[in-house]
């Protein structure tokens, strides 16, 4: 299961944030991004993956860079990393495809785009959909049925 999913920058700064653990409320939140950050940026890797105390319990931290852009996932012990790893490759290239080259700018600006694509592919925590196709499909379906076309417009 996928306990956490995070987008940060090359300094730290949180520019996504999703949880899907029930013991959320109980999480202090930028402690949390606090010290991923800390993690990452103290590795010269890539995407690599550290054991990682989240909710009193050991995690993994799956991460890749892109650009300037770190995608970050906590996943349980039972979750597959290379799995993991792959389907950040997913989402990334869903934020590419629909932002035509996407940088940090993309995500500050527009937050609304960016947790509808990825509500579109996870779940309460579980991978539902990996077809960019599909995904980018169902967003440019939403752009044309939704009355607050401006809303999502680029």
Known sequence: ????????????????????T????????????KRVGQLILSSKET?????????????KLVFRLFGSIYLVM???ELENELAMLD?????????DDVFKGVCELHLIMNPEKVYFLVDEMISG??????????????YLDKMKDDDNYKFFAK
Request: with cysteine; hydrophobic share 50%.
């Open 47 to 59: 995407h690599i993956i550290f054991d990682f105390d989240y909710c009193g319990t050991k995690r």
């Open 87 to 95: 389907f950040i490759n997913v989402v990334m290239g869903v934020l």
């Open 125 to 138: 925590g579980y991978v539902i959909e990996t077809s960019r196709a599909e995904i980018t499909a169902n």
């Open 74 to 76: 906590i996943i349980d």
């Open 1 to 20: 299961m996928i306990e956490a999913f995070l987008i940060l920058n090359k300094l730290g700064l949180l520019r996504f944030l999703k949880i899907y």
């Open 22 to 33: 029930e013991s959320e409320e109980n999480l202090d939140k930028e402690d949390l991004v």
